[in-house]
């Protein structure tokens, strides 16, 4: 069974207290002989929601020229500061999101990895709908950008970006 709560389920006094709740309400329907335990402890999940100003990367479909083990190009766009992607080391190496729908771009953010910020040093951000991503106008670059840091690339004056 599946449910949502807005409870810290990792708080297991909190969980217990949720499986209580959940036989009270079952023995109430009837159904008084119930025992209730976790097959696995309950996880935080971090939930992508959409707004008026969304990012609309979130639900991409993500792909990069080559994978760097255990990790992956949908790291990228999860929502966590504390996962990443990155390639492995190659001439010319790259990353998208297809998102999957028309849209206008206003801006792209970049924030960096905490560890092995030099990475990132010259990388191209473009815009478009092309396939082929050199084919897409580029709308900034990083030269440098420091473990954590943000940039902020405007892309004045692109529209209908897939």
Same mark, same amino acid.
């Given at each position: 069974?599946?449910?949502?709560?807005?409870?810290?389920?990792?708080?297991?006094?909190?969980? +217990?207290?949720?499986?209580?709740?959940?036989?009270?309400?079952?023995?109430?329907?009837?159904?008084?002989?119930?025992?209730?335990?976790?097959?696995?402890?309950?996880?935080?999940?971090?939930?992508?929601?959409?707004?008026?100003?969304?990012?609309?990367?979130?639900?991409?479909?993500?792909?990069?020229?080559?994978?760097?083990?255990?990790?992956?190009? +949908?790291?990228?766009?999860?929502?966590?500061?504390?996962?990443?992607?990155?390639?492995? +080391?190659?001439?010319d190496p790259?990353?998208?999101?297809?998102?999957?729908?028309?849209?206008?771009?206003?801006?792209?953010?970049?924030?960096?990895?905490?560890?092995?910020?030099?990475?990132?040093?010259?990388?191209?951000?473009?815009?478009?709908?092309?396939?082929d991503i050199?084919?897409?106008?580029?709308?900034?670059?990083?030269s440098t950008?420091?473990?954590?840091?943000?940039?902020?690339?405007?892309?004045?004056?692109?529209?209908?970006?897939?």
């Open positions: 069974m599946q449910f949502t709560s807005r409870a810290d389920l990792t708080d297991s006094s909190i969980g +217990e207290n949720i499986l209580k709740q959940l036989g009270s309400s079952l023995a109430d329907r009837g159904f008084s002989n119930v025992t209730l335990h976790w097959s696995q402890p309950p996880q935080q999940v971090i939930q992508k929601e959409k707004t008026a100003t969304q990012n609309a990367a979130l639900w991409g479909k993500t792909s990069e020229s080559s994978v760097w083990p255990y990790t992956g190009p +949908e790291f990228a766009i999860d929502g966590l500061l504390t996962t990443w992607t990155h390639t492995m +080391e190659e001439t790259w990353w998208r999101v297809d998102l999957l729908k028309v849209y206008k771009v206003n801006r792209v953010t970049i924030t960096n990895r905490h560890t092995s910020e030099w990475r990132i040093a010259g990388a191209v951000i473009r815009i478009g709908n092309y396939p050199y084919s897409n106008a580029i709308c900034g670059v990083i950008l420091a473990a954590s840091a943000t940039a902020l690339s405007h892309a004045v004056g692109w529209r209908d970006v897939i």
